[in-house]
């Protein structure tokens, strides 16, 4: 049976000068710090639980997600076939709409061009 020391870690290579700073500043107790099997100490970085369901922490990002999983789901439910032309008619209008509406603004404003421009690199 392999050991640990048997197989590569990222631990096994020296971390970047900028994480053995952090982690010998690192007086917060709040702070977790990983450990690795040759000794060396990481900051464990913190992470949002994957478990936990707060609407209203929800990005635009993952409420765009969740909306491609429902439309996935819906595929393997044994709905009339009316339920899916009412379900694509909705989409195409609302695909339709924010299109027009994108497109009026920049043509009246030119927000997409003065958004793209005030973007760092």
């Known amino acids: 049976m392999g050991t640990v020391a048997d197989n590569p870690t990222p631990c096994s290579v020296d971390p970047?000068?900028?994480i053995e700073n952090e982690v010998a500043m690192n007086t917060n107790p709040d702070r977790l710090e990983g450990v690795c099997p040759d000794g060396k100490k990481f900051p464990v970085p913190k992470v949002r639980q994957t478990l936990n369901v707060n609407l209203k922490t929800w990005g635009l990002l993952d409420w765009i997600q969740a909306?491609?999983?429902?439309?996935?789901l819906l595929l393997a439910l044994p709905l009339p076939g009316y339920f899916f032309i009412g379900w694509f008619l909705f989409w195409r209008v609302g695909?339709?709409?924010g299109l027009g509406l994108i497109l009026k603004k920049q043509s009246d404003s030119r927000w997409l061009t003065s958004y793209w421009k005030k973007s760092p690199e």
């Not at 909306?67 to 996935?72: F, V």
């Open 16 to 18: 970047p000068k900028s």
């Open 67 to 72: 909306s491609c999983l429902l439309n996935l």
């Open 95 to 97: 695909y339709n709409v």
